[in-house]
């Protein structure tokens, strides 16, 4: 899903909230894909540039399987595009049945997005965690797209008692030492026991279909330790 190669071979033209205009012009694009409101800028250069783009906005799983059928369907081989997103929806179902039978109290997982301020799991990451088998203990929160709608405060966390906590610092490193650190949190279970666990960013927080397969087994991985 992530080829290593790209990375190697092709050139970077931009980050998730800029982007180098006169080096995306010089590729002479078809067609420029973006994601969420952050890069409303961005889109809006590009159209006044003459470039079509396309902009997608998932915030689910069933967005994401969506936005692969929706992509592939642009560049002309929509039943290419299908076939992975069925094959991905059928990879989670097995996923769900296997983690979830015969299990009497699901672990309470408390994902953190950020850490000044606290920002809990979008909601890809709160089903994703479902289907690993555990409970978002801010699901209900993970419903609100923007990031400044899900920042908690420790207390709520500690309130929660999650017995796992997994940290993607949105592109810097998951400190557990610190997390524990944190007053009062040694109360927390999850602290208690040492089960803080980082999920790269690159595998969780871009909502694609790395995050249905490798950030899915990691998330597995880390609920199984």
Request: aromatic letters at 4%; glycine letters at 8%.
């Given at each position: 899903m992530r080829?290593?190669?790209?990375?190697?071979?092709k050139?970077?033209?931009?980050?998730f909230?800029?982007?180098d205009?006169p080096?995306?012009l010089?590729?002479e694009p078809?067609?420029v894909l973006?994601?969420?409101?952050l890069?409303?800028?961005?889109?809006?250069?590009?159209?006044?540039?003459?470039?079509?783009?396309?902009?997608f906005?998932?915030?689910?799983?069933?967005?994401?399987l969506a936005?692969?059928?929706?992509?592939?369907?642009?560049?002309?081989c929509?039943?290419?595009?299908?076939?992975l997103?069925?094959?991905l929806?059928?990879?989670?179902?097995?996923?769900?049945r296997?983690?979830?039978a015969?299990v009497?109290r699901?672990?309470?997982?408390?994902?953190e997005?950020?850490?000044?301020p606290?920002?809990s799991g979008?909601?890809?990451?709160?089903e994703?965690?479902a289907?690993a088998?555990?409970?978002?203990v801010?699901?209900?929160?993970s419903?609100?797209?923007?990031a400044?709608d899900?920042?908690?405060?420790?207390?709520e966390v500690i309130a929660a008692?999650?017995d796992i906590?997994?940290?993607?610092?949105?592109?810097?490193r998951f400190r557990?030492?610190?997390?524990?650190?944190?007053?009062?949190f040694?109360?927390?279970?999850a602290?208690?026991n040492g089960?803080?666990?980082?999920?790269?960013s690159?595998?969780i927080l871009?909502p694609?279909?790395?995050?249905?397969?490798?950030?899915?087994d990691r998330?597995?991985?880390?609920l199984?330790a």
């Open positions: 080829p290593p190669r790209v990375r190697r071979e050139p970077r033209v931009s980050a909230i800029s982007a205009l080096k995306i010089a590729l078809d067609l973006t994601f969420s409101d890069q409303a800028d961005i889109v809006r250069d590009l159209v006044k540039a003459g470039i079509a783009v396309h902009a906005n998932q915030r689910d799983i069933a967005g994401i936005m692969i059928r929706t992509l592939a369907a642009l560049v002309g929509p039943e290419r595009g299908a076939a997103a069925d094959a929806a059928a990879r989670l179902d097995a996923v769900r296997t983690r979830t015969g009497d699901p672990p309470l997982v408390y994902f997005e950020w850490d000044a606290m920002i979008i909601r890809w990451v709160s994703l965690i289907v088998g555990g409970i978002d801010f699901e209900e929160r419903r609100c797209g923007a400044s899900r920042i908690v405060g420790p207390e008692r999650p906590i997994l940290g993607s610092w949105c592109g810097k557990p030492e610190m997390v524990a650190a944190r007053p009062s040694d109360a927390v279970p602290v208690r089960r803080l666990f980082e999920i790269k690159p595998l871009q694609g279909p790395a995050a249905l397969t490798d950030g899915l998330i597995v991985e880390c199984s």
